[in-house]
């Protein structure tokens, strides 16, 4: 099944306790990206990245961290997490990056509570 | 920069009528796609409808169509037959085509009552 697959589901964690959220996809997709969601807010782009080793930022990438050193990962990192963090974390990919003319798939979503 | 507004933050409607959903938006851009995705308390998000601005026509797909108004730069979702399962948060959102983003509006609480 294509999917795009992240892990863990559901997170609670500390204050300054680095994590990784990662992101898998099986579609040979070379976009893909990390959005935030929040109440009131919707969701908003963390980073993206057009293919291997091509990464950058964007409408909120403060406190994370990202890299694609293979085509089908992209794990988000928090180095250092803090409450305003807590937040329900999707990745998504698509074929290319261009006009709409690939949808995004999404994962399923991350939960992330730091405490 | 583009933005995505969405003004009513909940709606309900009776099983079996229609409903619309608003939404406007802004870009300087001429070319450019809207979308309406639907998230269940699954929080998957799932996609809905999809629209070119560069065409004229309304999309549709089953149940769901839009009114689309280019000048007016509004994109609303009716759902017609409205059905239990149709109960979700709904997202405006908009891409230009600046590496794929999708500007998302806040998005509205849609409750179906039986």
């Known amino acids: 099944e294509a999917q795009v697959t992240q892990n863990p589901r559901y997170l609670i964690t500390v204050t300054g306790k680095k994590l990784t959220v990662t992101c898998s996809q099986n579609m040979n997709h070379e976009y893909m990206s990390w959005y935030r969601q929040d109440p009131g807010l919707g969701l908003r782009q963390i980073y993206y990245s057009m293919n291997v ?5 964007g409408d909120v ?3 994370y961290k990202v890299s694609r050193k293979e085509k089908r990962n992209f794990p988000l990192i928090l180095e250092s997490p803090s409450p305003n963090q807590t937040s329900l974390y999707f990745c998504a990919s698509s074929l290319w990056a261009s006009t709409g003319a690939n949808v995004l798939t ?3 979503g991350s939960r992330l509570t730091v405490l | 920069a583009q933005t995505v507004t969405q003004s009513q933050p909940e709606m ?3 099983e079996a009528e229609t409903v619309t959903l608003s939404c406007t938006y802004d870009t300087s851009e001429s070319n450019y796609y809207l979308f309406w995705y639907k ?18 026509q309304n999309a549709t797909e ?5 009114n689309f108004q280019k000048a007016a730069k509004s994109f609303s ?10 109960t979700a948060m709904y997202f405006c959102a908009l891409d230009t085509g600046a590496n794929s983003k999708l500007t998302f509006g806040k998005g509205i ?5 039986p």
Not at chain 2, 62 to 66: G, L
Request: charged residues 25%; hydrophobic residues 35%; positive net charge.
């Open chain 1, 53 to 57: 080793e091509v990464t950058d930022k």
């Open chain 1, 61 to 63: 990438p403060e406190g």
């Open chain 1, 106 to 108: 999404f994962g399923a």
């Open chain 2, 12 to 14: 309900s409607v009776q």
């Open chain 2, 39 to 56: 998230q269940p308390p699954s929080r998957q998000m799932i996609l809905v409808i999809r629209q070119e601005a560069y065409k004229q």
């Open chain 2, 62 to 66: 089953n149940r769901f169509s839009v």
């Open chain 2, 77 to 86: 979702l009716k759902i017609s037959d409205s059905q239990l399962g149709d």
């Open chain 2, 109 to 113: 609480t849609l409750s179906v009552r």
